[in-house]
């Protein structure tokens, strides 16, 4: 069925525009600087519409302690300007501020299939054995994922590994939305996942993910890490006895040679493969050292900046709610329209 609302079958050209979200639910660590934050201020400087967001609706679907959540998401907002998200170029805001992506999010809950989000492994991995004591919001947090992009019909995602599958239902979503109304209406997204860390690794064990959740500190290097205690992590990280080889195809058994390989090449700006050509033959106590030193020199500018950035929570705060006028102004119309495709009326105007 297409209407006046609808689409006219001619699929529409979107303008390229930036999303992407980021959970104050703790820290942030290396794994969220090189897989998004960086990325996004890379983004950000190529000249197309950038909107970043702060999900702290996303964060509470575990418990969160109310002042403990207020203060992260602020910490979080100090990470996103110390790591060069301009917010007078780029529209940084939190989530609950706007309330079109609540909204969106319920007529998706409605699109969306009960199949589709029990398959999702993040729900998985967080629910645990005891699914049914997992939250309603735990289940349903890919709709409002896709939520928080669609509102603002983003065609592009830049994530880390992990947020792949998530993404890959954002587009189940919009194409089952506009195939059910007969619109054109959402973009289909295209994640970008790209770079030398899409999955950084944790420091003690190269099979896992470096992440905010796990039980060791010595596991990830955090944001906020003075320079000590990030050049110490880096010397004590798990490797093994063989030095560098030339070739990346030689790492491939090598998880923790290969991450910290990917974590140097990163932050320099270079490939992995020119990383190797440089320090082939060495062992780890050479590659260590350079590593230590090229992570301090990056993040240490990083932690003074958000502690900076911290001493004025007022101003944090006046910033965050810049931003979501400018992206309530971009949600309001295209919910508007959304609600018109699904036939609610519009009585209030
Ligand atoms: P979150 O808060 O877990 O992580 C934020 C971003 O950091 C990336 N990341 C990593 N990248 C590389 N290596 C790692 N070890 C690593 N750990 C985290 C994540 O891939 C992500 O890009 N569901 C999302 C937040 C979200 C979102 C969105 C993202 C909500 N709505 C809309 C994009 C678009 C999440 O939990 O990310």
Redesign the pocket.
């Known amino acids: 069925m297409s209407d006046a609302v609808g689409g006219t079958g001619a699929a529409p050209a979107f303008t390229p525009r930036v ?5 104050p639910s703790g820290g942030l ?1 290396l ?2 600087y ?3 934050l960086k990325r996004f201020a890379e983004k950000q400087n190529e000249g197309i519409e950038t909107i970043y967001c702060i ?1 702290d609706l ?1 964060a509470i679907t575990v418990w969160q302690d109310p002042a403990r959540l207020r203060h992260a998401t602020r910490e979080l907002a100090a990470g996103f300007i110390a790591s060069g998200i301009d917010p007078a170029r780029s529209i940084l805001f939190n989530q609950s501020q706007v309330a079109e992506h609540a909204e969106l999010a319920w007529l998706f809950n409605c699109v969306a299939r009960m199949g589709w989000l029990g398959r999702m492994t993040q729900f998985k991995d967080k629910a645990g054995k005891n699914r049914e004591a997992a939250s309603v919001g735990l289940f349903a947090y890919p709709s409002l ?1 896709a939520a ?2 669609m509102v603002y019909h983003a065609t592009h ?1 830049p ?5 792949k599958q ?1 993404l890959e239902l954002t587009r189940d979503i919009a194409i089952k939305f506009n195939n059910d109304y007969g619109v054109d209406f959402f973009p289909i997204v295209e994640p970008v996942i790209e770079g030398a ?4 690794m944790s420091l003690r064990d190269g099979t896992r ?3 905010k959740s796990d039980p060791s500190d010595q596991s990830r290097i955090n944001l906020t890490d003075d320079a000590d205690t990030i050049a110490q992590k880096i010397r004590k990280a798990r490797t093994d006895a063989e030095p560098l080889p030339e070739t990346l195809e030689a790492l491939k058994d090598r998880p923790e040679a290969r991450n910290l390989i990917n974590i140097y090449a990163a932050l320099d700006g270079r490939t992995p493969e020119a990383v190797l050509a440089e320090f082939a033959g060495q062992g780890f106590g050479a590659f260590k050292p350079a590593l230590a030193d090229l992570a301090v020199a990056h993040l240490a500018p990083i932690s003074t900046e958000m502690t900076r950035i911290m001493q004025d929570v007022a101003e944090i705060d006046r910033m965050l709610g810049a931003g979501a006028d400018r992206a309530a102004a971009i949600a309001g119309p295209i919910l508007a329209r959304a609600y018109d495709i699904t036939g609610m009326i519009r009585s209030r105007r």
Do not use: C, P, W, Y
């Open positions: 999303f992407s979200g980021i959970q660590t794994g969220n090189l897989g998004a999900v996303h994922m928080d992009i995602v994530v880390g590994e992990d947020q998530h860390a899409t999955r950084v993910k470096m992440s």
